[in-house]
């Protein structure tokens, strides 16, 4: 992990542990980082399991990929390199979302393991939950909801992930969804069951 380029910095501590909040707000926060490819139902199972955790009483939020890109990663583009930032940059955001209590849902390619093993290596462990949105490119392709797969084929969008940029599957996922045959209700449904199982949300 790289260090800092200033040195005159200090990390300063709060009045409040995570143990304070957590008595305090009444909920544990965790980051669950859904990856996949394109059109392989990250950003719906994200936002169908944080308008059932918010309905019941939890604070939650999702970082979606696309959302990021038009202010915090606006300057970033699709390269090997600005894909490590972008993913670099997200890890950071979700820990601070962490650690103040939310239960954060991540919605992006994030296509290489390296980068995602780094976002994990930011929460303690029991706060990081990695699930892999396994549908199969010629569904996703079928899916297309925004055109970009047809762009790609056309050689339109270059480093277009799933066609002329890699994507590396996770192997030690604490979840597979298979979003290519599962319905969003059953999805999100296990996504739930996940956090309940592991005491991050009560049934």
């Given at each position: 992990?790289?260090?800092?380029?200033?040195?005159?910095?200090?990390?300063?501590?709060?009045?409040?542990?995570?143990?304070?909040?957590?008595?305090?707000?009444?909920?544990?926060?965790?980051?669950?980082?859904?990856?996949?490819?394109?059109?392989?139902?990250?950003?719906?199972?994200?936002?169908?399991?944080?308008?059932?955790?918010?309905?019941?009483?939890i604070n939650a939020y999702v970082l979606d990929g696309?959302?990021?890109?038009?202010?915090?990663?606006?300057?970033?583009?699709?390269?090997?390199?600005?894909?490590?930032?972008?993913?670099?940059?997200?890890?950071?955001?979700?820990?601070?979302?962490?650690?103040?209590?939310?239960?954060?849902?991540?919605?992006?390619?994030?296509?290489?393991?390296?980068?995602?093993?780094?976002?994990?290596?930011?929460?303690?462990?029991?706060?990081?939950?990695?699930?892999?949105?396994?549908?199969?490119?010629?569904?996703?392709?079928?899916?297309?909801?925004?055109?970009?797969?047809?762009?790609?084929?056309?050689?339109?969008?270059?480093?277009?992930?799933?066609?002329?940029?890699?994507?590396?599957?996770?192997?030690?996922?604490?979840?597979?969804?298979?979003?290519?045959?599962?319905?969003?209700?059953?999805?999100?449904?296990?996504?739930?069951?996940?956090?309940?199982?592991?005491?991050?949300?009560?049934?």
């Amino acid at each position: 992990m790289s260090e800092p380029k200033s040195k005159n910095i200090h990390w300063h501590h709060g009045k409040l542990t995570s143990e304070d909040r957590q008595e305090k707000l009444g909920q544990q926060g965790a980051v669950i980082w859904l990856t996949g490819l394109s059109g392989s139902g990250k950003s719906t199972v994200a936002r169908e399991a944080e308008l059932a955790l918010v309905k019941n009483g939890i604070n939650a939020y999702v970082l979606d990929g696309d959302n990021v890109r038009h202010g915090l990663n606006k300057n970033l583009g699709f390269s090997p390199d600005d894909r490590k930032e972008n993913i670099r940059r997200i890890g950071e955001v979700a820990k601070l979302f962490a650690e103040a209590n939310v239960v954060v849902l991540t919605a992006f390619i994030s296509p290489y393991q390296e980068d995602r093993a780094l976002a994990r290596e930011l929460l303690p462990q029991g706060s990081f939950f990695e699930i892999f949105c396994d549908a199969p490119l010629d569904k996703c392709e079928e899916r297309d909801p925004k055109g970009l797969y047809k762009k790609a084929r056309a050689g339109e969008i270059p480093e277009f992930t799933g066609i002329s940029a890699p994507y590396e599957a996770p192997d030690k996922a604490e979840l597979v969804l298979k979003t290519g045959e599962e319905t969003l209700e059953e999805s999100t449904r296990r996504v739930l069951d996940m956090l309940i199982e592991n005491n991050i949300i009560k049934a």
